[in-house]
């Protein structure tokens, strides 16, 4: 089981660090790529495809342990709101504005690191590489 399957209650701050943590690969996809595909004078000493394919399944699992996170700790403040008082609810529902936002910024984020793939990726892959 990943860590938030198995500790679902974790401070904001706690949240906000591990999604920067996650988000790091994607920051750096541009970097990452240009430094696993070759250049022209290169090309016949590295395999794309395979770094290609590695890439993308290794960004595709940080994408996924991003989204059930995040989804894991909306769902955990639902239920909890669920069952607040009403003087508990408004600090509930904030958290659960910004998880939503984070939620937006997550779909950001993989559409950006998508189009660069794309990019970068197409030409040493046989089929239209998407993330």
């Not at 009403?86 to 939503?100: A, F, G, M, W, Y």
């Amino acid at each position: 089981k990943q860590w938030y399957q198995r500790r679902v209650a974790i401070t904001a701050g706690e949240f906000k660090r591990l999604l920067t943590t996650f988000r790091d690969k994607d920051d750096k996809v541009i970097y990452n790529l240009n430094a696993l595909l070759p250049t022209a004078s290169f090309s016949d000493k590295v395999d794309a495809a395979t770094n290609c394919q590695k890439f993308k399944t290794e960004l595709l699992d940080l994408h996924q342990q991003r989204e059930q996170m995040i989804n894991s700790c909306l769902e955990f403040q639902q239920n909890k709101l669920a069952s607040a008082s009403n003087e508990t609810k408004r600090p509930i529902q904030r958290v659960i504005r910004s998880l939503k936002q984070e939620a937006s910024v997550e779909k950001i984020v993989k559409e950006r690191s998508n189009a660069f793939f794309q990019t970068k990726c197409n030409p040493y892959m046989n089929f239209n590489a998407s993330l």
